[in-house]
């Protein structure tokens, strides 16, 4: 709740301040007082619950394992964070600009898919301290992070153009490939958060889980090379698309290796198969509408609508039913 409201605040400060190319102090000054103000609120919600203790304290047990979190966010920085200083090395400025918006865009939506995981990391680190072999938060972690980001990625891919349109201008629009492959990273980001970090990491594998990043760090660094002076940043784009497809993949046969867990992967081809209804909603919109807004805005509603209706009606969806329960409580009270 915290992290929304300062999310909240934070859209609400750039749309205020930020109208112009100039304004960069407005838009640098928003963008660190947002994290700062996130953390400095943490720290007194946290004084207020927890007595912290400094005498006797044994840090070096804990060099180790922080060493191994540093060397992870070292090689996932690679590919998430110097994603676009690779095309800058390797191909032009106008490509950083495609390229950038295209992942920004592509990314919007992963904080919404990603919120349960960060919420569930120490119920699993319990669970797996108390040899809980299978924890059932892990499978409605999985059906959440499905549920969420399918319909999110079909959503993305279809209204790419517009999206494009509206937020970078019609000059962005050779972007419109790459944001296109981009659009499946939230399930693929929303996947290996679950698989690396509330699996591997929550249960002490963190070894195991630096070994996939790496993997996802090597590829994407000797794709870019091979294929951003090649084709820019469709080349930038395939690369980060491959790190990501690798590293889910290989944090899923880490677990898969050390632990007996099961999951409903039929339920991704029933959310894929419902956002295919997508398709004609957005073509009709297309028809109807010719400004960008009005067909993104009406497309979100519609298209909503349309899953959590027909996610409902024929699969009972769990989610959808507690949160009617929940709306039915409201009514009653």
Not at 254 to 273: E, I
């Amino acid at each position: 709740l915290r992290s929304l409201a300062i999310r909240l605040l934070t859209i609400i400060f750039l749309l205020l301040f930020v109208k112009q190319p100039g304004d960069v102090l407005p838009y640098l000054l928003i963008s660190v007082l947002s994290i700062v103000s996130g953390h400095i609120w943490n720290l007194f919600y946290a004084l207020g619950k927890i007595r912290f203790i400094f005498k006797a304290l044994a840090f070096t047990k804990h060099l180790t394992p922080i060493f191994l979190i540093f060397l992870m966010n070292v090689c996932i920085s690679m590919y998430t964070v110097f994603d676009t200083s690779w095309v800058g090395f390797l191909s032009t400025s106008s490509a950083v600009g495609m390229y950038t918006s295209a992942i920004k865009l592509a990314k919007i939506a992963i904080p919404l898919v990603t919120t349960l995981g960060l919420v569930l990391i120490p119920r699993s680190a319990r669970a797996f301290a108390a040899n809980i072999s299978n924890p059932q938060h892990l499978n409605t972690s999985f059906n959440f992070i499905v549920d969420t980001s399918v319909p999110i990625c079909v959503g993305l891919f279809l209204l790419s153009p517009e999206l494009l349109r509206l937020f970078s201008g019609d000059a962005f629009m050779d972007a419109l490939w790459a944001m296109r492959l981009l659009s499946f990273l939230p399930l693929l980001i929303g996947l290996s958060n679950l698989f690396g970090m509330q699996i591997l990491s929550a249960s002490g594998h963190d070894k195991a889980l630096l070994f996939c990043v790496f993997i996802g760090m090597v590829l994407n660094i000797a794709i870019n090379i091979w294929l951003v002076p090649l084709y820019a940043h469709n080349g930038a784009a395939i690369a980060m698309f491959v790190a990501e497809v690798s590293v889910t993949l290989a944090t899923f046969i880490a677990v898969q290796a050390k632990f007996n867990l099961k999951f409903q992967f039929m339920r991704l081809l029933k959310s894929f198969g419902i956002s295919l209804l997508f398709i004609p909603c957005i073509m009709f919109l297309h028809y109807m509408f010719a400004n960008n807004s009005a067909i993104i805005l009406s497309g979100i509603l519609i298209c909503g609508l349309i899953y959590i209706a027909m996610q409902h009606l024929l699969f009972r969806n769990e989610f959808i039913l507690l949160g009617l329960n929940l709306f039915r409580q409201k009514l009653n009270k």
